[in-house]
């Protein structure tokens, strides 16, 4: 079994990420490998002193773009993003209450 940090990579932190934590909506990179039920249990578990209980879980399997400098071309690292829902009674993630 692999550890909760290996499959929750980083938070993301885009003005439409920023938006959607009033609703108890956030955005983490994750592992490639990693399905939603890894994902729920990961994000559990990591926040499990704060009482967080996870409703859903969407995920995006992001392409790289296409970067270029000069006449070199090269394409940027393609990334798994999940989208978290949290239920209506879980608390929300305190490190994000600062960025409101």
Request: net charge positive; charged share 30%.
């Amino acid at each position: 079994m692999t550890h909760a940090h290996d499959i929750i990579i980083r938070p993301v932190l885009t003005e439409k990420s920023y938006s959607g934590i009033e609703g108890k909506v956030y955005t983490f990179v994750v592992s490639k490998k990693a399905n939603k039920l890894d994902i729920k249990n990961a994000i559990e578990t990591i926040y499990k002193n704060l009482g967080i209980k996870v409703e859903r879980v969407n995920t995006v399997n992001v392409r790289g773009k296409i970067k270029r400098m000069g006449k070199n071309s090269g394409r940027t690292p393609s990334y798994k993003k999940a989208i978290i829902k949290l239920t209506a009674d879980s608390k929300t993630i305190t490190e994000f209450d600062s960025l409101n």
